[in-house]
């Protein structure tokens, strides 16, 4: 398997940018905006870092991918607003993620081989919920997924008690890692996710059954099989 540059959760960050001089394949796992201030990193840093990620993409379409997390999700359509949105920054996010030259840059999940990279991860029972809806949707679970955003968004802001939400499980953009603990098997046993969304410590990578959690913000280099912290 060729190898592959994997950045978690951005949030206006700047450990991302050696990515910048990557010449390999890479893949962002979501959540380029909406900083913590107790970072000390602004909605205007996190704009300046998106605008660059999407010029990266814009160069190098084919071995750039830019998936969506929660926190772009409300920027797609304020009706699902969580935690530090911000009204100052809506329409700036929402023109990068809609405008027409720049709306297709950004997807739901990428697959390659049995991995599946994904903001937040599958639960089997959010999958179990939506699996009628995917089949028609296509012959392959990338396909599924990334036609069903196009489709019904509102699918993608389903949110467990572990996120404060009303629903059972979590959708692929809000799923808590909590979750795999306490699941009795993955939607796809032979299926290895690699996630971001739930933070960890900083030199950690999280093995939970056929989870990878690795928001630790590092980059990672998944590399014969295995994922490694670039530090």
């Excluded at 809000?174 to 098997?185: I, N, P």
């Excluded at 999280?206 to 959690?213: A, D, G, H, S, T």
Aim: contains cysteine; hydrophobic residues 35%; negative net charge.
């Amino acid at each position: 398997m060729r190898e592959i540059l994997i950045v978690p959760d951005v949030h206006g960050r700047k450990f991302w940018e050696p990515a910048l001089d990557y010449k390999g394949e890479i893949i962002f796992l979501g959540d380029y905006v909406d900083p913590y201030p107790s970072e000390g990193f602004t909605q205007a840093n996190a704009l300046y870092a998106l605008s660059k990620i999407v010029e990266l993409k814009q160069q190098n379409p084919d071995r750039v991918t830019l998936l969506i997390g929660n926190h772009e999700l409300h920027y797609y359509n304020r009706d699902f607003k969580a935690s530090r949105f911000s009204e100052e920054y809506y329409a700036k996010y929402h023109a990068i993620l809609t405008g027409k030259t720049t709306a297709g840059l950004f997807q739901v999940c990428r697959q390659i081989d049995n991995y599946l990279f994904i903001h937040a991860g599958i639960t089997k029972g959010w999958y179990d919920r939506h699996d009628g809806e995917l089949q028609a949707l296509g012959d392959n679970l990338e396909t599924q997924l990334n036609r069903l955003f196009l489709q019904n968004q509102e699918a993608f802001f389903e949110i467990s008690g572990e996120r404060g939400g009303w629903h059972r499980h979590g959708s692929p953009l809000w799923a808590d890692a909590s979750e795999y603990v306490y699941e009795q098997e993955p939607f796809d046993k032979n299926m290895i996710q690699i996630i971001g969304h739930t933070q960890i410590y900083p030199k950690e990578i999280l093995v939970l059954k056929n989870i990878r959690l690795i928001d630790n913000r590092n980059l990672h280099l998944l590399k014969n099989g295995k994922i490694e912290n670039c530090v």
